[in-house]
Every structure is written in C-alpha cells, then in structure tokens.
C-alpha cells in the first residue's frame, strides 16, 4: 500500500465547506464539491484556490458535475441548480425529482439526471 501511494503527490487540500463533501467531480481546470451545508464549491486544480461559492440550495446537496462552461448541483429536495463557470452565477433552478437527486452528468448541450425516486432518468436541456 506504502509503494501505491508513493506514486502520487498531494497538489492541494480543497477546504472551505462546514458539512461533509458528499460529492465530487472534474473537468478541464476544474473541480466541484458538494455539501451537506447546502452549498458547493468550484475550485482551481491549478493552484487549489477557491473560485466561487455556490449558495442558493435549500437541502443538502447530494450530486455535483462540472462541465467547460457550466457546473449542475442536485439536492435532496430534488432541486437542480445551474451556474456560470467560474463565476458561479446562478443560470436557473429546475424540480428534477420528487426525492434527491443522487446523480448529475453534462454534456455540453444537456445534462442528466437521476433519482432514487424514479426508475428512469431525466435529461434536461443546458
């Protein structure tokens, strides 16, 4: 285990949120968190600074994905947000689901979303 981990070297540690991350995703110069304290985070991988804090959800957040031009967080009330990167602005709020939303992918034209609520998955335009 000591060789594995002796292959990778720790660039940066992404703190700012005040809940656990409960998810993750990256793209290009990009990474994205996911709290339970309602918010998410982009970030550079470039130099681990925090680039805008994303707050307009009202559950816990549970899914996160970031694409070139826009980032999508998922919440337990079902609620998807999207918002400008890097800036953070909040594009527009959709109801996705009547449970949370536990899965996000984009694409650059939609994004995707999945529930534990529902036997299928939804895909939305961008």
């Known amino acids: 285990r000591e060789r594995l981990t002796s292959m990778y070297i720790r660039l940066h540690t992404l703190s700012a949120h005040?809940?656990?991350?409960?998810?993750?995703d990256v793209s290009g110069n990009y990474a994205i968190t996911g709290s339970a304290?309602?918010?998410?985070?982009?970030?550079?991988l470039h130099n681990g600074s925090l680039q805008s804090s994303l707050e307009g959800h009202t559950a816990k957040?549970?899914?996160?994905?970031?694409?070139?031009?826009?980032?999508?967080?998922?919440?337990?009330?079902?609620?998807?947000?999207?918002?400008?990167?890097?800036?953070?602005?909040?594009?527009r709020t959709v109801q996705a689901s009547e449970g949370p939303v536990l899965h996000l992918v984009t694409s650059h034209y939609y994004f995707v979303t999945g529930s534990r609520q529902n036997d299928f998955a939804r895909v939305w335009s961008a």
Do not use: F, M, Q
Request: a negative charge; proline letters at 2%.
């Open 18 to 24: 005040t809940g656990i991350i409960r998810d993750v």
């Open 61 to 91: 957040i549970c899914a996160v994905c970031i694409g070139a031009h826009y980032a999508v967080t998922g919440a337990e009330d079902g609620s998807v947000n999207v918002w400008s990167v890097p800036n953070g602005s909040l594009s």
């Open 37 to 44: 304290d309602k918010t998410a985070k982009i970030w550079s």
